[in-house]
T-cell receptor, first 115, second 111 residues
Framework: DAGITQSPRHKVTETGTPVTLRCHQTENHRYMYWYRQDPGHGLRLIHYSYGVKDTDKGEVSDGYSVSRSKTEDFLLTLESATSSQTSVYFC??????????????FGPGTRLTVL | GQQLNQSPQSMFIQEGEDVSMNCTSSSIFNTWLWYKQDPGEGPVLLIALYKAGELTSNGRLTAQFGITRKDSFLNISASIPSDVGIYFCAGPRGSQGNLIFGKGTKLSVKP
């Protein structure tokens, strides 16, 4: 158990509404990531954070924003949800160390449906 | 851009059989990671490889870092029903620990 929780675990919302997903970790890891998983595309990086208030874009960042005001929380916001953002969203954490910070550990996921 | 190709995309096997799958890259990697995802859950790290030619085991799972640094292999010996799931390979993309993932190999076991 990597000490990662995601909330909510399931959400149904309507097109045009704002949505915020939360990732919470108890391990004090420096790096946090948001991915989306879609059939035929695998896991794709949306945004990541390398410290408090330090974030950067990933492969599919359009339509998403993130914030990290505390080490333990990484928020993903869809300012105006679209049907193309229906997906399963995963948070991951990692920590630089002897094993390298490429080893990422994933949360349980949030299934988001945009109608 | 970088791509990871996993093969096969899916496979059905009899319980007790050995399984092999592989992952190839269009560019050289210095790390290979193998994950397993069960339905409705997040991916779980199985094995990490950091050196070309490295062979690492985790129970019935064995993974190898190809000597060309453009491929990796995962073998499962004596498969059991709980091996069902999707297996992903992953490698680093750029800096900051970012990963690129393959599209997965879906494993189904006939009891």
């Amino acid at each position: 158990d990597a000490g990662i929780t995601q909330s909510p675990r399931h959400k149904v919302t309507e097109t045009g509404t704002p949505v915020t997903l939360r990732c919470h970790q108890t391990e004090n890891h420096r790096y946090m990531y948001w991915y989306r998983q879609d059939p035929g595309h695998g896991l794709r990086l949306i945004h990541y954070s390398y410290g408090v208030k330090d974030t950067d874009k990933g492969e599919v960042s359009d339509g998403y924003s993130v914030s990290r005001s505390k080490t333990e929380d990484f928020l993903l916001t869809l300012e105006s949800a679209t049907s193309s953002q229906t997906s399963v969203y995963f948070c991951a954490i990692s920590e630089p160390g002897l094993a390298g910070y490429n080893e990422q550990f994933f949360g349980p996921g949030t299934r988001l449906t945009v109608l | 851009g970088q791509q990871l190709n996993q093969s096969p995309q899916s496979m059905f096997i009899q319980e007790g059989e050995d399984v092999s799958m592989n992952c190839t890259s269009s560019s050289i990697f210095n790390t290979w990671l193998w994950y397993k995802q069960d339905p409705g859950e997040g991916p779980v790290l199985l094995i990490a490889l950091y050196k070309a030619g490295e062979l690492t085991s985790n129970g019935r799972l064995t993974a190898q870092f190809g000597i060309t640094r453009k491929d990796s292999f995962l073998n499962i010996s004596a498969s059991i029903p709980s091996d069902v799931g999707i297996y992903f390979c992953a490698g680093p993309r750029g800096s900051q620990g970012n990963l690129i993932f393959g599209k997965g190999t879906k494993l189904s076991v006939k009891p």
